[in-house]
C-alpha cells in the first residue's frame, strides 16, 4: 500500500506570496490532518479533514486555509506569506478520527519564505 | 487549552544504556499516542495507549500509561544507534485533535 504524499517537498517563495501543498492520503484513509512543524514551536496542529468536511482547526490565523476533494486528497493554501511561515508541512493520514487512530504523517514540505 | 510537557527536552547516552521519557498532561486524557521521528524524517507511529495503568511492550520499548491518565512514560533498554531521533507524546485534546509534545531528542554515542 502506498504511502501519503506530499507535494512539492520543498518550496522557496518571498514575502506577499501565497502557496498551495498538496497531500495524496493512503488509499481508503478518510481523514488528512496538516501540521506545522519549526524548531521553535515543535508540531503544531493546522487543520483536520475528514469526508470533505473540516473537522476541527487550529489556532492559525485565516490566512491558512485548506481543503479536501471528494477522492480524500487534499491541499492546503497559505496566502500574503510571512517569513513567521517558512516552516516543514506536515500531513497526516488516518482511518479515522485522527484522535483516536495511527497517524500516518507523508514526507512534509519544506517551505522557505525569502 | 491542553498542556503537554516532556521531560528530559534533551538526552544523550552511551550505546547500551537505558533510557526514559515522560510526559506529562494538565488534563486527564483518554488516550495517548507517541511517534518517533529520526532526523531528517517524518513523525512515525510507535503505539496508542488507551487505559489506565495500561503497559504495553514493542521489543526493546516499553509504554506505561499513568494510573490517573494524566502522564505516560517510554522507557528504551539497551539503546541502538538506531533509537536515534525525537519521541513525541500526542494526547487527544477533548477529542477535537492531537496536541502533540515539545519531544525528547535521543543522542546514541557508539
Known amino acids: 500500500k502506498a504511502g501519503v504524499t506530499q507535494t512539492p517537498r520543498y518550496l522557496i517563495k518571498t514575502r506577499g506570496q501565497q502557496v498551495t501543498l498538496s497531500c495524496s492520503p493512503i488509499?481508503?484513509?478518510?481523514?488528512v490532518s496538516w501540521y506545522q512543524q519549526t524548531p521553535g514551536q515543535g508540531l503544531q496542529f493546522l487543520f483536520e479533514?475528514?469526508?470533505?468536511?473540516?473537522?476541527n482547526k487550529g489556532n492559525f490565523p485565516g490566512r491558512f486555509s485548506g481543503r479536501q476533494f471528494s477522492n480524500s486528497r487534499s491541499e492546503m493554501n497559505v496566502s500574503t506569506l510571512e517569513l513567521g511561515d517558512s516552516a516543514l508541512y506536515l500531513c497526516?493520514?488516518?482511518?479515522?478520527?485522527?484522535?483516536?487512530?495511527?497517524?500516518?504523517f507523508g514526507p512534509g514540505t519544506r517551505l522557505t519564505v525569502l | 487549552g491542553q498542556q503537554v510537557m516532556q521531560i528530559p527536552q534533551y538526552q544523550h547516552v552511551q550505546e547500551g544504556e537505558d533510557f526514559t521519557t515522560y510526559c506529562n498532561s494538565s488534563?486527564?486524557?483518554?488516550?495517548i499516542q507517541w511517534y518517533k521521528q529520526r532526523p531528517g524524517g517524518h513523525p512515525v507511529f510507535l503505539i496508542q495507549?488507551?487505559?489506565?495503568?495500561e503497559v504495553k511492550k514493542q521489543k526493546r520499548l516499553t509504554f506505561q500509561f499513568g494510573e490517573a491518565k494524566k502522564n505516560s512514560s517510554l522507557h528504551i533498554t539497551a539503546t541502538q544507534t538506531t533509537d536515534v531521533g525525537t519521541y513525541f507524546c500526542?494526547?487527544?485534546?477533548?477529542?477535537?485533535?492531537?496536541?502533540f509534545g515539545p519531544g525528547t531528542r535521543l543522542s546514541v554515542l557508539p
Open positions: 497526516a493520514s488516518s482511518f479515522g478520527s485522527s484522535s483516536y487512530n495511527e497517524q500516518f
Open positions: 488509499s481508503g484513509h478518510r481523514s
Open positions: 479533514y475528514f469526508s470533505e468536511t473540516q473537522r
Open positions: 488534563t486527564t486524557l483518554s488516550n
Open positions: 495507549l488507551v487505559k489506565s495503568g
Open positions: 500526542a494526547v487527544d485534546n477533548y477529542g477535537q485533535n492531537f496536541v
